[in-house]
T-cell receptor, first 115, second 113 residues
């Protein structure tokens, strides 16, 4: 089955802790994205990567970090500098470039709660 | 900066009704527009993708139209069913390389049996 997996489904963080959310895709997509979704709000872009070993900040990157060492994987670390991390985190991927559809596909999400 | 709005924010209809969801965007220089469905606590499921050169796309009971010049898209759902109850989001992608997807806030749809 082709798709995007995220783990864990639920994550609890204590104050001052860093936590890492996993995102893996087997769609052979070049581009990957991390979004944050808060209740009653739309999706906000945290980070995105258009190619391996390269990534760019989105609209709300402060307090987050990412890496893109493999095409299939785009983990997100929520650092202690992120003051309000409780949210639903969604990973997505898409093809990239003018010769492709650039259709975006999403994983099932990780719900992060600060204790 | 691209902004995307969706009207209405919430909609409740009886089963069997045809309905229209609206999506508006401020910058008509888009590469594509995508409609998604999101069930509570779940990820987004892609419903329809319309490229900027297209006027509409259809899948089963769903039909999405795009009027790029006026910055509008509609999602038409025919013969609604309780299983259609979900939040529907639209997203647009800018047509310059590196531009990302901008999402609307969504329309929460309830179809009553």
């Amino acid at each position: 089955d082709g798709g995007i997996t995220q783990s864990p489904k639920y994550l609890f963080r204590k104050e001052g802790q860093n936590v890492t959310l996993s995102c893996e895709q087997n769609l052979n997509h070049d581009a990957m994205y991390w979004y944050r979704q808060d209740p009653g709000q739309g999706l906000r872009l945290i980070y995105y990567s258009q190619i391996v070993n390269d990534f760019q900040k989105g609209d709300i990157a402060e307090g987050y970090s990412v890496s893109r060492e493999k095409k299939e994987s785009f983990p997100l670390t929520v650092t202690s500098a992120q003051k309000n991390p409780t949210a639903f985190y969604l990973c997505a991927s898409s093809t990239q470039g003018s010769g492709s559809q650039n259709e975006q596909f999403f994983g099932p999400g990780t719900r992060l709660t600060v204790l | 900066k691209q902004e995307v709005t969706q009207i209405p924010a919430a909609l409740s209809v009886p089963e069997g009704e045809n309905l229209v969801l609206n999506c508006s965007f401020t910058d008509s220089a888009i590469y594509n527009l995508q409609w998604f469905r999101q069930d509570p606590g779940k990820g987004l499921t892609s419903l329809l993708l319309i490229q900027s050169s297209q006027r509409e796309q259809t899948s089963g009971r769903l039909n999405a139209s795009l009027d790029k010049s006026s910055g509008r898209s509609t999602l038409y759902i025919a013969a609604s069913q309780p299983g259609d109850s979900a939040t529907y989001l639209c997203a647009v992608k800018g047509d310059n390389y590196g531009q990302n997807f901008v999402f609307g806030p969504g329309t929460r749809l309830s179809v009553l049996p």
